[in-house]
């Protein structure tokens, strides 16, 4: 049975424009997720929000957590200690996840292995043993896509685990092919997902889960992954969190290895066998023989600490929300500075005569009010419609 | 018709036990080809050697020039401006070089292509398309093997021109179904070797082949190569240049691409396409942008100067010469410092009460009498035969 404050908190993260870091900067400023609820629909209508935004209710948020543990699943809470420990470093990590299976296995080491759809044969022969033989050391986590995900799942079963991010609600197979994958690996592994049950997987769903995949790992391995392979988005989101990133050589006559061969240009670690992977994992064993507990310790990451974080706004940022002439001109400011492409919250500061607080006020409530899109790295971008 | 300089040096540099280094330091030593020739008996009776050094007579290096004018070639001398810039960099550079078609070729950039002899369909097609787009830009420089080499001269000659460094004299086609090639090459681009009319290619004749590749090219694309392929040895020497080397990849599914695939773990540019090549060949373009003639202003190349080429030195040590107790003694000295593993120089002064030029001169004298092996990098070794 959750807590109350399991429940508050769920509602809160399912929100109406409530994002992993807003959602991360409401509870940094208010002291419970009931006291953050409560604030949702007077900083949505400061930010030009016209209707308040839809908020589950309590009976929402307990048959979420009904339905999940009639899965057989459960729902993990960042800060909880069984929250996935490399997850929690990303600056934007879910609030929540959705685990069917055995949650202990995100505590162990993970290595993602992802690739093309319309694999090769040989594509898919390499990704066999790679994945048998890395599988025996560090569990295979993949996006269960056909192609080169299958595959990758499917062998690591032989020899040792598999964790499977999805884009779906856990109960939502994806694709058809792959249905009994997925039940199968919510039996001897692990599925995860951030998107609520009934869920239907759609295009925008897939970057998050990609993140997913990079976050939960080590290191990523690219298989086969063309020139404009999704694969490459998981592979450039692991390198932006400073993972391994691994790819396996191709002729120039295929034009499904192409985009493994850019990785390489750039610096990938070249990959014919499994040791070429766990010879380049060392470095990041003593995390897990430290013997901390995952989670603990960095229950928000070590994102880098901007503005935004300084807990000295809070006073200051609260004061402001009681002065409506004030905010009234600040908004005008930052909507007049923003534009559709990102900014750093430095750069707006730069330019306008407002302080920290007032700034971060003005944002949080824009982008309740769906006007701003918040980005990591403390960006914040004007939402087309909105733009000049 | 030969000058008779040039007769004397040719003699000099076919004498027995006259290697690449050795000549270059008779010749630093003494005044003329000619005053070189004069002391070699000497010289070789000091070291140790019983009989006298075989020494060709005028009648047999003027019958050298008379053959390889016959075959339409010429001998190019290191210091000549004709000779090759990029190859007189090289420690241990040819001091004379039969070129057979245009020597004019050799002063133009160029880029080596080598590859295995048991290339696959893949391997041939790869190396065909970035033969002709590279021909394009830069001369073509390969070995004349069946297989990559064989392909990469064929393709060069449809855009551009070729070089082909062969093992045996200009006059001896290797191997046979080369030979319409090797003669195409001569008439259309230039055929180039270090070995005199008449000689059978042989196992030890291709290290040496493999070094002029190399030594001829601003870099080495090594296009299909296993671990134990000879071009995996031609790149290393390129590297050890400070050329620039490419590798095209391949899967790990195909033993014929591994050794390229090493190459690039070690840092090889990865090379799908000519643009990998020539964009990366930027940085050596002003060699040939300065206006500088090959071969001008540095005749020997740049080679690290040691102990050895010290000037001062030789006065002191031709004083010596006339000193044989004290030099037998130096002698003994040397000897039992040296063993089959090669020696610095400079850890050999370190470790004797010798001076430098004294050093030197049973260096010049062992190896002239066939007891020491002169390496690339002031470094010595005792001949096995000779050894504790």
């Given at each position: 049975m959750p807590t109350d404050d399991d429940v508050q908190r769920l509602r809160l993260i399912r929100a109406e424009g409530v994002g992993p870091i807003t959602c991360r900067r409401l509870l940094d400023r208010y002291r419970t997720p009931a006291e953050a609820l409560a604030a949702l629909p007077k900083l949505a209508r400061n930010g030009g929000k016209s209707s308040p935004p839809a908020i589950p209710s309590d009976a929402d948020a307990k048959r979420e957590f009904d339905q999940v543990a009639k899965l057989g699943g459960c729902l993990i809470f960042i800060g909880d200690p069984a929250y996935p420990s490399l997850l929690a470093h990303l600056a934007d990590a879910p609030p929540v996840i959705t685990v069917l299976g055995?949650?202990?296995?995100?505590?162990k080491p993970a290595v993602a292995m992802v690739g093309g759809r319309n694999a090769s044969a040989a594509g898919l022969r390499i990704a066999e043993t790679l994945a048998e033989d890395l599988a025996a050391h560090v569990t295979i986590v993949s996006g269960l896509a056909r192609g080169i995900d299958g595959i990758a799942h499917t062998a690591a079963m032989r020899t040792g685990r598999t964790v499977a991010a999805i884009a779906g609600g856990p109960d939502v197979p994806y694709p058809a092919e792959n249905t009994n994958l997925q039940r199968l690996i919510a039996e001897r592994g692990a599925v995860i997902t951030e998107a609520t049950p009934g869920t239907q997987p759609q295009a925008r769903h897939f970057p998050r889960r990609n993140r997913l995949i990079a976050g939960l790992s080590l290191g990523v391995v690219v298989v086969e992954a063309s020139r404009r392979s999704g694969s490459l988005i998981t592979a450039r989101i692991a390198q932006e969190l400073g993972r391994e990133v691994f790819a396996v050589p191709g002729s120039p006559l295929e034009p499904r290895t192409r985009g493994g061969n850019d990785l390489l240009r750039e610096g990938a670690i070249l990959t014919e066998t499994a040791d070429d992977v766990l010879d380049n994992l060392s470095g990041f064993g003593a995390m897990f023989s430290s013997g901390s507990t995952p989670g603990e310790g960095t229950p928000w990451g070590?994102?880098?600490?901007?503005i935004a974080e300084d807990p000295s706004c809070v006073a200051d940022w609260t004061d402001h929300l009681d002065e409506p002439s004030g905010l009234d001109r600040a908004r005008s400011q930052v909507v007049a500075l923003l534009g559709p492409t990102p900014t750093k919250v430095d750069d707006l500061l730069r330019r306008c005569q407002l302080s920290p607080a007032a700034v971060m006020a003005v944002l949080l409530e824009l982008e309740l009010a769906g006007r701003v899109e918040t980005l990591p790295g403390n960006r914040f971008a004007l939402l087309s419609e909105f733009g000049a």
């Amino acid at each position: 049975m959750p807590t109350d404050d399991d429940v508050q908190r769920l509602r809160l993260i399912r929100a109406e424009g409530v994002g992993p870091i807003t959602c991360r900067r409401l509870l940094d400023r208010y002291r419970t997720p009931a006291e953050a609820l409560a604030a949702l629909p007077k900083l949505a209508r400061n930010g030009g929000k016209s209707s308040p935004p839809a908020i589950p209710s309590d009976a929402d948020a307990k048959r979420e957590f009904d339905q999940v543990a009639k899965l057989g699943g459960c729902l993990i809470f960042i800060g909880d200690p069984a929250y996935p420990s490399l997850l929690a470093h990303l600056a934007d990590a879910p609030p929540v996840i959705t685990v069917l299976g055995d949650a202990a296995l995100l505590a162990k080491p993970a290595v993602a292995m992802v690739g093309g759809r319309n694999a090769s044969a040989a594509g898919l022969r390499i990704a066999e043993t790679l994945a048998e033989d890395l599988a025996a050391h560090v569990t295979i986590v993949s996006g269960l896509a056909r192609g080169i995900d299958g595959i990758a799942h499917t062998a690591a079963m032989r020899t040792g685990r598999t964790v499977a991010a999805i884009a779906g609600g856990p109960d939502v197979p994806y694709p058809a092919e792959n249905t009994n994958l997925q039940r199968l690996i919510a039996e001897r592994g692990a599925v995860i997902t951030e998107a609520t049950p009934g869920t239907q997987p759609q295009a925008r769903h897939f970057p998050r889960r990609n993140r997913l995949i990079a976050g939960l790992s080590l290191g990523v391995v690219v298989v086969e992954a063309s020139r404009r392979s999704g694969s490459l988005i998981t592979a450039r989101i692991a390198q932006e969190l400073g993972r391994e990133v691994f790819a396996v050589p191709g002729s120039p006559l295929e034009p499904r290895t192409r985009g493994g061969n850019d990785l390489l240009r750039e610096g990938a670690i070249l990959t014919e066998t499994a040791d070429d992977v766990l010879d380049n994992l060392s470095g990041f064993g003593a995390m897990f023989s430290s013997g901390s507990t995952p989670g603990e310790g960095t229950p928000w990451g070590p994102a880098s600490r901007g503005i935004a974080e300084d807990p000295s706004c809070v006073a200051d940022w609260t004061d402001h929300l009681d002065e409506p002439s004030g905010l009234d001109r600040a908004r005008s400011q930052v909507v007049a500075l923003l534009g559709p492409t990102p900014t750093k919250v430095d750069d707006l500061l730069r330019r306008c005569q407002l302080s920290p607080a007032a700034v971060m006020a003005v944002l949080l409530e824009l982008e309740l009010a769906g006007r701003v899109e918040t980005l990591p790295g403390n960006r914040f971008a004007l939402l087309s419609e909105f733009g000049a």
